[in-house]
């Protein structure tokens, strides 16, 4: 498949003495149409003082997905110092977030309203790093995320297949699909009790250096154009609400309905707007 998402893309084996980190790299390169090189075991130890420099091996491509031991990751050639992009839903900060903040008392989960029925189907539209969709799952919904950017959905991909092989108990409440929002509302039979929007938030220069997961989102996605577009479909087709992540600032995300939240949860940074619907 060749698309202009992955261009300048190219897939690296850097656990090469792996025979499914072989497997899994050729799958992908064959999915994505995409050429597959080896970082030998010399080119490493040479490099072994500079960690840099070997993350700058094939530099004439910009994005780099890496199989590594600990599983894909992401690099972005013309920044080797951001390290690894990565996601794991069996690490320790999310078990712990699992453990003491994806409860009823975690704003998400009051905002999607799980914190008062489980079991809900929900999709998110913008998964992201699936920190969000991981929270929902582990308060009990049954999530679809979609994601329509091809790297970050293969280390979604790969992160959720992890988490099958560690029988990670919530994995099979999470489901990936690799597409547009705007398209997957448009052709979708389906009706969700929640649509979960994160939409892409332009962030000032002159702001506090962002992370290194948003900035690349932002190289990779470019400018958000169709959230409200998104919005408007999604109000029309929920079962119970429409929930929508806003930095607390920021106003209301417009949509064709010129509908106000009903509803609102805030945290310090963030504030989740509430839409209840009436389908």
């Not at 250096?209 to 999604?234: H, I, P, W």
Request: with cysteine; charged share 30%; net charge positive.
């Amino acid at each position: 498949m060749a698309d202009n998402q992955v261009l300048n893309t190219v897939i690296l084996i850097e656990d090469i003495d792996s025979l499914s980190a072989h497997e899994k790299a050729n799958a992908l390169a064959k999915r994505l149409d995409l050429a597959v090189h080896e970082i030998k075991p010399a080119h490493a130890k040479s490099n072994a003082a500079n960690s840099s420099t070997r993350k700058k091996q094939f530099s004439n491509e910009q994005w780099q997905l890496v199989v590594t031991k600990k599983g894909l990751v992401l690099r972005l050639s013309s920044q080797p110092d951001w390290g690894d992009i990565h996601v794991d839903f069996c690490g320790n900060s999310l078990a712990y977030r699992r453990q003491h903040g994806g409860g009823k008392k975690e704003p998400l989960v009051k905002a999607v309203g799980l914190h008062k029925n489980r079991d809900l189907r929900i999709l998110d539209c913008t998964a992201g790093m699936g920190v969000d969709s991981f929270i929902m799952a582990a308060a009990g919904g049954k999530v679809t995320m979609l994601e329509r950017q091809y790297h970050i959905s293969a280390l979604l991909e790969d992160a959720l297949e992890r988490a099958k092989q560690n029988k990670l108990d919530l994995s099979h409440r999470l489901i990936l699909k690799t597409v547009d929002a705007f398209d997957y509302l448009q052709g979708s039979p389906d009706k969700y009790d929640i649509i979960y929007l994160d939409p892409m938030f332009p962030h000032k220069k002159k702001s506090a250096l962002v992370k290194k997961e948003m900035q690349a989102f932002q190289k990779l996605l470019g400018e958000d154009t169709d959230s409200s577009k998104v919005m408007t479909l999604a109000l029309s087709q929920a079962h119970r609400r429409v929930v929508v992540k806003r930095p607390n600032q920021a106003d209301p995300l417009q949509n064709d309905e010129k509908r106000l939240p009903d509803l609102a949860t805030t945290t310090k940074k963030h504030r989740f707007d509430i839409y209840l619907t009436r389908s």
